[in-house]
């Protein structure tokens, strides 16, 4: 252990870039604390939420904070007070981009100091003590200022600034706008590249959002396709979007699917999360596609409820796949895949992951590895139900023997 401490100490100096501490052990975290006034040059800082309990600590991090002059990023959850948001301001004039998520001890007192950070691009203070009014100070005296993170009062803060002001935020995230305070937003907020909008007790009219110019990247949530106006936004924007995430939104089948396909033709991330898709009677061979349907899509998120044609009609027009991440309840099995290379090889897949199948098998692995040539991830494999504990050690041994590079470790998690 002696060693250990010795040799992580060498690397705690001034020409170190980046620390994450959420990656040391926990039993090492000390010694990260103990050298951190000697981390000059330091320039990202993850300290996640410390300890939960680092009082002991609080000296070290103050040392070392008035040292780290090159500091860009900080990521402090939980333990973030007004005193340190004071010491980063006197001490920190590069500072980019702050996460103080739910710290409680950061309040109004800490704006005056946030303020002297004229460099902060982002600034996450959700569920800290941070008023409404301090919010709109924030945004009003931080010219560089993309985004203000998750800020579920936002209607409120809309409401606090001039409205006939011009502000500089790129990306909102927020719940429950009206109509009329989304109409506020697009005045003020014209720049919006990205909005995540949890529609929980308003309907809205999304499209008012057609006069965001600059719109590529859209996540909803608990919306109606049809009856919040969802269909016609894609209509008129959605050559802009290339990223949509859509989570438990209604009045979804296949022919949404067909029109997401030839609105958004050059959308490279999807996500459908707990959507609740409707069986239809639309026939592909009653389409007629203007476009290719998702020729650039690169990365799919789908954790749907069965509608197995759904899924294949998707990943047997998406040619440029590179990520593939499906729920436990999808009813994806080995016929399903042979459906979807015959008719799309993916060449360029690198991740595909899948919770539950009832029968893919190891069939269906050699059937993937044959055809998908840059396949790195093939996650889950514990839960398919055609592949035996047996046949999985195997084919562990055979990776290891053949030295190939395949990941299968399960992760049993998604990041959306």
């Known amino acids: 252990m002696n060693v250990v401490v010795s040799l992580t100490e060498v690397v705690l100096g001034p020409k170190l870039r980046q620390v994450d501490l959420q990656k040391w052990p926990r ?3 000390y010694v990260l604390y103990k050298n951190m006034h000697r981390m000059t040059g330091l320039e990202k800082l993850n300290l996640g939420s410390c300890s939960g309990g680092w009082k002991e600590n609080d000296r070290c991090l103050a040392d070392g904070m008035i040292k780290m002059v090159h500091l860009r990023s900080l ?6 007070t007004d005193q340190i948001v004071q010491m980063l301001a006197r001490s920190c004039p590069v500072l980019a981009f702050l996460d103080l998520t ?14 002297q950070l004229s460099q902060l691009q982002e600034v996450q203070l959700h569920r800290t003590s941070v008023s409404v009014a301090a919010l709109a100070a924030i945004i009003t005296g931080l010219s560089r200022l993309y985004s203000l993170g998750r800020c579920d009062d936002f209607s409120a803060v809309v409401r606090h600034l001039n409205p006939n002001g011009c502000f500089p935020l790129k990306r909102v995230h927020t719940r429950d706008l009206s109509t009329d305070v989304l109409k506020l937003l697009v005045d003020m907020f014209p720049e919006i590249e990205y909005i995540c909008l949890f529609l929980d007790q308003h309907s809205c009219d999304l499209t008012v959002l057609i006069s965001l110019d600059r719109l590529r990247e859209l996540k909803l949530l ?15 924007r959605g050559r802009n979007i290339t990223s949509l995430h859509l989570e ?25 999360y707990n ?4 069986q239809s009677s639309a026939a592909l061979t009653d389409v007629l596609f203007k476009t290719s349907p998702f020729f650039c899509l690169e990365r799919l998120f789908w954790v749907v409820d069965g509608v197995i044609t759904h899924l294949e009609f998707l990943l047997a027009h998406a040619f440029g796949i590179r990520y593939i991440h499906l729920g436990s309840s999808t009813g994806i099995t080995h016929s399903s895949v042979v459906n979807i290379l015959s008719k ?6 690198e991740e595909f992951r899948v919770l539950y199948s009832i029968d893919m098998s190891m069939r269906t692995v050699e059937l993937l590895m044959a055809s998908c040539i840059n396949l790195k991830v093939l996650s889950e494999l514990e839960s398919w139900q055609g592949i035996s504990l047996n046949e999985l050690n195997a084919f562990k041994n055979y990776i290891v023997k053949n030295n190939f590079d395949l990941d299968i470790s399960p992760t049993l998690s998604f990041t959306t």
Request: charged fraction near 25%; include cysteine; hydrophobic fraction near 40%.
């Open 27 to 29: 039993i090492m975290r």
């Open 75 to 80: 990521c402090l959850c939980f333990d973030a």
């Open 102 to 115: 739910s710290s409680g001890s950061v309040t109004d007192r800490s704006v005056p100091h946030l303020l």
């Open 222 to 236: 608990s919306c109606a396709f049809y009856g919040d106006y969802l269909k016609q936004l894609l209509e008129e």
């Open 248 to 272: 438990h939104v209604e009045e979804l089948d296949f022919r949404v699917l067909v029109d997401i396909s030839q609105c958004c033709p050059y959308v490279k991330n999807l996500v459908f």
């Open 275 to 278: 959507c609740d898709f409707r």
């Open 344 to 349: 799309n090889p993916m060449r360029q897949l």
